[in-house]
Structure formats: C-alpha cells, structure tokens
C-alpha cells in the first residue's frame, strides 16, 4: 500500500510583471516494478495570480503629482511632509504590499479550501548589477559600475560626444531626458537617458520614443541599441521574497524554502515547459535518479487576476487633482455592488439579448455593464446575480502537455 505525505502548497517566485503562481500537490511513496520505493507527486490545482502592483503605483504617482502642481502653483491642498520622516520597521511600498498580500490570501484559501501540511517558496534571488551589464560579476566589479569615477552628465557627454541624440545638433545647450519618460513607466538608469537640446526635449515631452523618431529610423536604432530592460520586476521580488516568507509563517503551516536551481533542475528531467505554474510544480526535493517524478499535471490553469475593490476616495478628482463630484458613501444599490458578476436579460431596444459580465454601481439602477461588445447600461430588474465580486476576476487556460523526451541534468 503506498504511504501517502501531506499535500503541500508551492509558490513559485519569478521576475516577470505578474505574481508568483501556486500549485496544490500530493506525494506518495510507491513502490516500482523493482520493489524500490519513490516519491511520486501529483499536481491538484495551480492557480496564475496576476496582481495589480503597476496599476498601484501608477495611482500613486498620479496622486503624487496632482499635490506637486497644487502646491507649484500655491494652491496648497495639503501641506508636504517631512524629507526626515522614518519608516516602521517591515514597511513595504504599497504597490510591493499588495503582491505580498495577495500571495498570503490565496494561501490562506487554499488551506482552508485542502488539508494542507506544508508550504513549499521557491527563494530565487535575482542579481540585478549583473543583469545590468549583462554578464556575470565577481569580487570587485561589483565596485565598478558604469558611473564609476565620473557622474551622469559626463557621461553621457562622452557617450554621445556632446550632441543632440534626437538631432544631432551640437554647440547648443543640452538636457538629459528620459528615453521612455517617467510617466509611462520609465526608470532614471543610466541606460534610459540621453542627452536632448531643448526643442527636441519640449517637442519629445511625453511620448515613446519610436512615435518621436518615426521619420528617423537611424537616430531610433542608435538610440534603442543603448537601452536596456528595466530591472524593476526583478528588484520587486528580491524586496518581497523575505516578508512573503515570514508572511507564510504566520499561517500556521511549515514553511520550507529552496533554490530556484532546484526548480530548474526538475523541470528540466521532467520535462516540463517553462511556465509560472509548471514551475510552482516543480519546488522542492526529488530524487530523479531514483526514480522521483511528477505524474499528474493539471490540463486547465485557474487565472485569479486582481481587480480591487473599489475606491476609498470620496470625490472624484478632475485633470488637474482637484474634486469635481462626491461618490456616495453607500455602495450598495438594488442589492448589487460594483464588481459582481451577473447576467443580464435584455428583452428589448440596442441591446436586445443575454449578457454576462461584472457591472458597475448607480444609484438609480441604471448599471453599467462591461460586456465582449462593450460597455452598456441595464436596470437591476434585468439582472441576475451569478458571483459577488471578490476583488479577482477568473478565467482558465490550457496548461501545455510535457515533453515526451525525458532530460537530466
């Protein structure tokens, strides 16, 4: 008879944009043709959480700049705080809270949802100087990086010889400007600036570069030869992967930490696909030379992608950050609130038919509707309740079959 071991819950760490992915699984210890015995795993359920950071932090550096124009132009709507304040100890930034949050919740559900014993966290940290420059570091050349013994403007004058990167003009004064500007997510590496005279730079303002240099292809290839990725996604897990740990701790569960070597290293003699979820499957120890697998792998992937719910603000600001209209404070209409996923019956006019999707609060029963076709209005006397907004939205995809051809490493 096989032994069975605890069902675990694994997490699997990544630099992408989106959350780590959780999986549900099952060991057992069997016994082969050879009467030896092994461990094999089956994967319950694996769950892609997508969280809602960069929209987080777009709001907020939205309600950054509404209070820096208020106070620039002596309109001041709050006084600015101290440079000098501290920070509690444990403190994340709001956006990096959220994914750590987020990640505990559906743990916490998924052990009230299965009998788990154990939670399994891949611990990958991500070197970001040397995934700057590209190659690997040791010793004291982590001590020189690009700016080593100059600043950023010299450099920059060297690198572009004292010239326009937009025009090329030269004799001229010259402005560093963001390559992707801050507002549309731009970082201040060295990578991502350039030097700009002014025209160019008030003419650029906001926009991508490739919508700027559209008539000039050469200046746009020189200029994005120069650039790279930003290593923000991988600087966001090295803060978050320790207070997600002592987070999981709190659940009540034994938290076991291991290398995302190891994770690469069953994927890889499984053959596995590289994915979130595949690689949530794949944490923790198995002997594959002993004959450890993974025989089960769930063919539809549950998508939880983070939706909020709803605004704690109570007006509702115009473009420049000022209130323009008060939000009712009730949030409840005809029994509904803004997130619940409903069908309506629409027996007549434009949008004669039946329509399912998450609606949107009004007091006087005119919902919005957010439908494939788009968004229409409909009265609550048309609408059916099928789930109440949770703060996720759901949806499922195919998980890939693994590869015939077993590998080791």
């Known amino acids: 008879m096989p032994s069975r071991r605890p069902t675990e819950c694994s997490c699997a760490s990544t630099p992408a944009p989106r959350a780590p992915a959780l999986a549900l699984t099952d060991e057992k210890k069997e016994t082969d043709d050879q009467g030896t015995t092994i461990t094999v795993r089956r994967g319950l359920i694996t769950i892609e959480l997508q969280h809602r950071g960069a929209q987080i932090r777009d709001r907020m550096a939205q309600r950054t700049g509404y209070r820096h124009r208020r106070r620039s132009a002596n309109h001041r709507y709050r006084a600015p705080r101290a440079h000098n304040r501290t920070r509690p100890t444990g403190w994340l930034p709001p956006s990096l809270r959220h994914r750590v949050d987020t990640t505990v919740s559906w743990a916490v559900r998924l052990c009230r949802y299965a009998p788990v014993t154990e939670i399994h966290v891949e611990h990958a940290a991500f070197d970001t100087h040397s995934m700057s420059v590209g190659r690997q570091l040791?010793?004291?050349q982590y001590q020189q990086g690009t700016l080593a013994g100059t600043?950023?403007?010299a450099y920059l004058h060297e690198m572009?010889?004292?010239?326009c990167a937009y025009c090329g003009a030269t004799g001229v004064p010259l402005n560093i400007d963001h390559v992707r500007p801050r507002s549309r997510g731009g970082a201040d590496r060295i990578s991502n600036l350039v030097l700009a005279c002014v025209p160019c730079n008030k003419a650029k303002g906001n926009l991508p570069v490739g919508v700027f240099l559209a008539h000039r292809p050469d200046r746009l290839a020189q200029i994005l030869a120069q650039a790279r990725p930003p290593l923000r996604d991988a600087a966001a897990m090295n803060t978050t992967l320790c207070r997600l740990t002592e987070a999981l701790t709190a659940v009540g569960?034994?938290?076991?930490?291991?290398t995302g070597h190891l994770s690469k290293r069953n994927r890889t003699a499984t053959g596995l696909h590289k994915t979130h979820t595949q690689d949530a499957l794949c944490v923790g120890r198995l002997d594959h030379e002993n004959g450890d697998t993974?025989?089960?792998i769930p063919a539809h992937v549950l998508i939880a992608k983070a939706t909020g719910r709803g605004s704690y603000a109570r007006t509702t600001p115009d473009r420049y950050g000022f209130p323009r209209l008060r939000r009712a404070r009730t949030k409840q209409h005809f029994g509904y609130v803004t997130g619940d996923l409903v069908r309506a019956v629409v027996p007549s006019g434009k949008w004669t038919g039946t329509w399912t999707g998450r609606i949107s609060v009004r007091a006087r029963g005119q919902h919005s509707l957010t439908t494939p076709a788009g968004r229409i209005n409909v009265s609550h006397w048309n609408l059916r309740l099928l789930q109440r907004g949770d703060g996720y939205g759901y949806d499922t995809r195919p998980e890939p079959a693994p590869s015939t051809s077993r590998k080791t490493c």
């Open 160 to 163: 572009w010889r004292s010239a």
């Open 294 to 296: 993974i025989v089960r």
């Open 151 to 153: 600043d950023a403007r």
């Open 253 to 258: 569960r034994p938290v076991h930490t291991w």
């Open 138 to 140: 040791t010793g004291t």
